[in-house]
Nanobody
Framework: QVQLVESGGGLVQAGGSLRLSCAAS????????MGWFRQAPGLEREFVAAIRWGGGSIDYADSVKGRFTISRDNAKNTVYLQMNSLKPEDTAVYYC?????????????????WGQGTQVTVSS
């Protein structure tokens, strides 16, 4: 059974930092592309960042480039999202997702497995 469990969300002031973690119980984790998505109230879920299985290919949404960093530890079956210089508009539920599709995948529909989400709230 595949499980993705996010942690690390919380309340932070604008300009602050948070580090999200996603622990994956996927037998093929080391060969999966992992992604982070977010969904703010009343809005559609959107792509944030993705990292290919080897870590050599990474992509970010324009809105988070230069502020967020995605990384993975295949030995621990864990993917991380370091979020710096947080803004109130980053407030959302953040989801971890996994896909066996090739390359760095940004399309939400190509992800097969999802976590339950973790709330990030940035106060102004």
């Amino acid at each position: 059974q595949v499980q993705l469990v996010e942690s690390g969300g919380g309340l932070v002031q604008a300009g602050g930092s948070l580090r999200l973690s996603c622990a994956a119980s996927i037998r093929t984790f080391s060969r999966s592309t992992m992604g982070w998505f977010r969904q703010a109230p009343g809005l559609e879920r959107e792509f944030v960042a993705a990292i290919r299985w080897g870590g050599g290919s990474i992509d970010y949404a324009d809105s988070v480039k230069g502020r967020f960093t995605i990384s993975r530890d295949n030995a621990k079956n864990t993917v991380y999202l370091q979020m710096n210089s947080l803004k109130p508009e980053d407030t959302a539920v953040y989801y971890c997702a996994a896909t066996g599709a090739m390359g760095v995948v940004v399309e939400i529909t190509k992800y097969d497995y999802w976590g339950q989400g973790t709330q990030v709230t940035v106060s102004s």
